[in-house]
């Protein structure tokens, strides 16, 4: 066992360098392509074009950029949390062709977590997590690649595996760090009090496990991906709410919760409860079903093979706890709650950045191409399906093999859309 894990890790980081560096001479080549949106021309100077390095400058680096160099201005930028702006200005310091390789670094750094974490999930199953892993490299968009995600995927990764391996304080700051990133963070508040509270009760029915300090103790970590939310909102509140005698403060302060990232959503970018449904928007929304579609599978799925295998009644001489039973149910309440308000309260273009950044997306198209989702501790996703695959098998290796196909070629269009910043890459 061990020493195939040494194999699959040499094989990953093998592959991860080719990946990446095939992504990179894609973007560079599409760089060559005439820009859709010139912006990235009234930034850097002309001598700058084309370059890997101007190629990376699209859509939200424009406000990383500017964030950085000169502090929250407009109402818009509130949008954006501090953690990727204050990264850039620490990176400031590289020169400019090294700056570039610190996401390039954690998206790289990601896969070998994922390969961890479903590995510790999922013991009796490397080729599972090694499967997993693989997938994994193959980007949705970019912005995954080389943008704030990469970050967030890596910090969020860490903290899930720690708190897999029992370490909630180490967990909660990987999750506090996450939360700096991107808004989404504050979902990763379900995992340390899941692992502390929840899971130990739902094995043993014991109610010595919701005892006050282990709840208060709970409670305390799962405060801590919340933590960026509440600063952001708070210095927003001050900066817009609080203005000097003689000036309004703007419209929403005066909400029931003044939530500035709200407003710079719905106002700069329409983002709300089926705003972006329109006629005009179904082929984008087309393009993000596949993996709002698998994650929605998956969540549902788990959801109801977990919790089943919870609350049935025990065998004869059975034991009482389910080790590992309850593990992935956090993951997919993770997964079913962001895929549904990607699905009905987002762009495309967030939608794909931000479901590579869940385990369950890997675990998923993992599960569809292994025809048989493996074993997690002692509870089966399903059928034993060892002595012939049933029809029903063979279809989702099928739509296993569907899924990568799209992988593939949406993946290498959308870098060759970046490059030329077409959206909705």
């Known amino acids: 066992m061990a020493m195939r894990s040494r194999r699959h890790r040499r094989l990953l980081a093998l592959l991860t360098v080719v990946s990446r560096v095939l992504t990179g001479v894609l973007l560079y ?10 912006s990235p021309r009234t930034v850097l100077p002309p001598s700058d074009f084309p370059s890997l390095a101007s190629s990376l400058l699209r859509w939200d680096a424009f406000y ?13 930028q509130w949008a954006f949390f501090p953690g990727m702006p204050l990264l850039l200005r620490a990176l400031a310091l590289l020169p400019t062709v090294l700056q570039p390789l610190a996401p390039a670094a954690a998206a790289s750094a990601s896969v070998h977590t994922l390969y961890e974490l479903t590995a510790l999930h999922f013991p009796r199953a490397p080729a599972f997590a090694y499967l997993a892993a693989l997938l994994s490299l193959l980007p949705l968009s970019p912005a995954t690649l080389y943008f704030a995600e990469p970050l967030f995927t890596l910090f969020s990764y860490k903290g899930m ?5 029992k370490s909630h304080f180490t967990a909660s700051i990987f999750f ?5 990133i991107r808004s989404n963070g504050i979902l990763l508040a379900i995992y340390v009090p899941w692992d502390i ?3 130990p009760f739902l094995r043993t029915r014991n109610l010595r496990h919701l005892l006050p300090s282990t709840v208060l103790r709970a409670g305390l970590h799962a405060l801590a991906p919340l933590l960026p939310s509440l600063i952001h909102q708070a210095r927003a ?3 817009f709410c609080l203005p000097p005698p003689g000036l309004a403060a703007p419209e929403w302060c005066g909400r029931a919760l003044p939530s500035i990232y709200t407003h710079a959503q ?5 983002v709300g409860f089926l705003t972006y449904w329109t006629p005009a928007q179904a082929p984008n929304i087309l393009l993000a079903l596949p993996v709002l579609a698998l994650l929605l599978w998956w969540s549902a799925t788990t959801l109801h093979t977990q919790i089943t295998a919870l609350v049935r009644p025990p065998q004869s001489g059975a034991p009482k706890d389910l080790p590992h039973a309850p593990s992935l149910i956090p993951h997919a309440l993770h997964a079913l709650v962001l895929a549904l308000t990607l699905l009905l309260a987002a762009h495309t273009q967030i939608a794909l950045r931000l479901a590579p950044a869940l385990p369950a997306t890997a675990w998923a198209g993992a599960a569809l191409l292994a025809a048989q989702p493996p074993p997690s501790g002692s509870v089966h996703w399903g059928p034993d399906v060892r002595g012939g695959k049933t029809k029903a098998h063979a279809w989702r290796a099928r739509l296993g093999r569907a899924w990568v196909g799209w992988s593939v070629v949406w993946g290498a269009t959308s870098v060759v859309l970046w490059g030329a910043f077409l959206p909705p890459a």
Do not use: K, M, N
């Open 29 to 38: 080549l599409s760089s060559h392509l005439p820009l859709f949106d010139a």
């Open 176 to 180: 506090f760090l996450a939360a700096t």
């Open 64 to 76: 990383f950029r500017a964030i950085a160099e000169h502090g929250y201005v407009y109402e818009q």
């Open 161 to 165: 595996l720690a708190c897999a391996r």
């Open 266 to 270: 719905s106002t700069y970018w329409r």
């Open 197 to 199: 509270l929840v899971d």
């Open 237 to 239: 509140y001050r900066a």
